[in-house]
């Protein structure tokens, strides 16, 4: 990971356009290529960012971070007016996040259960690998088609992120292109399922203790 602090200036071209002016900010190159630009505020977010997989060319003054995105090009321009600290470590492998009690149990009775998210779908494979990190549930549905099932106690608007992110890097692969995506959790907040609905992804709150069969469904009474 190489970490750099400057006074730079930040272009963005592709699918829209941004620009950030000339400021101090932080500067993050990862070894599977991704790009982050932070600022000293705004919480853990980053201002600008790039996906892997990215070709990065650092000239004399200028990186320039690139990446296909379709027939088209999405285009990351620093210039760097004032290097202000510079450093690179090895990380090494990571083991991942482990997931804690509920959002592991989820996943098991789910992978057990998976029609309890939709009627008809069926578990393709558990923890189903990418370049950037594994997909908790592969499913097919009905229509024998792919479905993305990511898995969460409590469903943010990050976990949104996190699940687009999977869907565009498995949607490179021809037979995967029309791959549905699906967010599973205890708990949905309301921002993360209005997100989904814009991005026309699946969202389903999951009670444990049903799928378990510790406990009956409430029953609900009507009037005639």
């Not at 259960?113 to 690998?129: F, H, K």
């Not at 106690?153 to 791959?179: F, H, M």
Request: with cysteine.
């Amino acid at each position: 990971m190489r970490l750099v602090v400057a006074r730079c200036e930040v272009t963005y071209t592709g699918r829209l356009s941004a620009y950030l002016p000339e400021a101090v900010r932080l500067l993050v190159f990862k070894a599977d290529g991704s790009v982050l630009v932070h600022a000293d505020s705004g919480g853990y977010k980053p201002l600008n960012w790039m996906t892997p997989p990215t070709v990065i060319e650092d000239g004399d003054g200028v990186i320039v971070v690139r990446k296909r995105a379709g027939r088209s090009e999405d285009r990351l321009e620093i210039r760097i007016g004032e290097l202000l600290a510079e450093v690179e470590h090895e990380l090494g492998e990571d083991s991942g996040l482990e997931k804690d009690g509920v959002e592991r149990h989820l996943q098991e009775a789910l992978a057990e259960q998976p029609d309890a998210l939709e009627d008809g779908l069926r578990l393709v494979r558990r923890e189903w690998p990418t370049e950037i990190g594994p997909v908790d549930l592969m499913c097919r549905d009905a229509d024998d088609g792919w479905v993305a099932v990511e898995i969460k106690r409590v469903a943010t608007i990050e976990a949104v992120e996190q699940l687009s992110r999977y869907l565009e890097v498995l949607r490179r692969d021809p037979t995967l292109e029309a791959c549905r995506g699906v967010l599973a959790a205890a708990s949905v907040k309301p921002q993360a399922r209005t997100l989904c609905e814009a991005r026309g992804l699946g969202c389903a709150e999951v009670d444990l203790g049903l799928l378990r069969g510790a406990r009956e469904p409430e029953l609900t009474l009507f009037e005639a």
